[in-house]
């Protein structure tokens, strides 16, 4: 489902996760590789309507991981190591964005961002497909939430080791 029908479906964990990757504007891109090791790239995203999008350099690994299967993990960057602002993993398929319009309203919005845009057609553009869900926190609040369309939202409290 597009990342607007995730926040529709799961407002809570949506928002965590929204509002982290917006805060970093980085996220860390889980791909496999031909041999089917896993790939992890940074890269950065964007809200654009519905969809949380990744655009890439031509023809460049992570791309062609993609193109190849589209299955990814999306993570959120961890700022520290204790790890008290949460990190979110949303778990799903990457689903090329070729039509026009959503193209240019994806320039359009990391342009308003960073007052740069990739050129067309030479790059490629992917929009997250959420098929599945999570988040944990630790520090003096330690909980984890898990989502899925069929299970729906869970909320597990974390034990100190």
């Not at 926040?7 to 509002?19: F, G, M, N, S």
């Not at 917006?22 to 654009?48: H, K, M, Q, S, Y």
């Not at 240019?104 to 919005?109: L, M, Q, V």
């Amino acid at each position: 489902m597009q990342f607007g029908e995730f926040r529709r479906a799961c407002p809570e964990l949506a928002e965590l996760a929204e509002e982290r990757l917006r805060r970093a504007e980085v996220l860390l891109l889980g791909t496999l590789r031909r041999n089917g090791w896993p790939r992890i790239t940074p890269v950065e995203c964007d809200f654009v309507g519905d969809d949380l999008m990744i655009g890439m350099m031509w023809r460049s690994p992570k791309a062609l991981d993609l193109m190849r299967d589209p299955r990814c993990v999306v993570h959120t960057v961890v700022p520290d190591r204790q790890g008290t602002q949460g990190d979110a993993k949303l778990y799903g398929t990457a689903v090329a964005v070729e039509e026009p319009e959503r193209r240019a309203a994806y320039r359009e919005t990391i342009f308003a961002r960073i007052g740069w845009q990739p050129e067309e057609p030479e790059y490629h553009l992917y929009a997250i497909d959420v098929t599945s869900a999570g988040f944990v926190i630790f520090g003096d609040h330690r909980y984890a939430l898990a989502w899925d369309p069929e299970r729906g939202l869970r909320r597990m409290a974390q034990r100190e080791s």
